[in-house]
């Protein structure tokens, strides 16, 4: 069983950055590649970024590449989101998921475990 928390998120303006965070509970961390989704008011929840569980490998959606980076510390069973240069779509509830290492999956189906998600809001 995993637990994941993540949090970092609040209003920033466009522009801004901010890092999230996400703990996991979990005996062996490292058994894991990990994700971050996020789901906008209306729209259905869509991937952001994966890491390897090694953290040698990262891939992310078109609309963030470039602005957002994925990184980890397996000693600490954390993963983070750097984000940058903020825009007003990138506004929604970010959430952090844990799948088995193996394949790779930009798909919610593809990871067994989720947090329950923190807000981020991107005023213009």
């Known amino acids: 069983q995993v637990h994941l928390t993540e949090s970092g998120g609040r209003l920033v303006q466009v522009g801004g950055s901010l890092k999230l965070s996400c703990t996991a509970s979990v005996d062996t961390f490292t058994a894991y590649n990990m994700a971050w989704f996020r789901q906008a008011p209306g729209k259905e929840r869509e991937f952001v970024g994966l890491?390897?569980?090694?953290?040698?490998?990262?891939d992310y959606t078109d609309s963030v590449k470039g602005r957002f980076a994925m990184s980890r510390d397996n000693a600490k069973s954390t993963v983070w989101l750097q984000m940058n240069n903020l825009k007003p779509e990138d506004t929604a509830l970010y959430y952090c998921?844990?799948?088995?290492?193996?394949?790779?999956?930009?798909?919610?189906?593809?990871?067994?475990?989720w947090g329950q998600g923190t807000q981020v809001t991107v005023s213009s």
């Open positions: 890491i390897s569980w090694s953290g040698r490998t990262t």
């Open positions: 998921a844990a799948a088995p290492t193996g394949e790779y999956y930009y798909t919610q189906s593809g990871y067994d475990y």
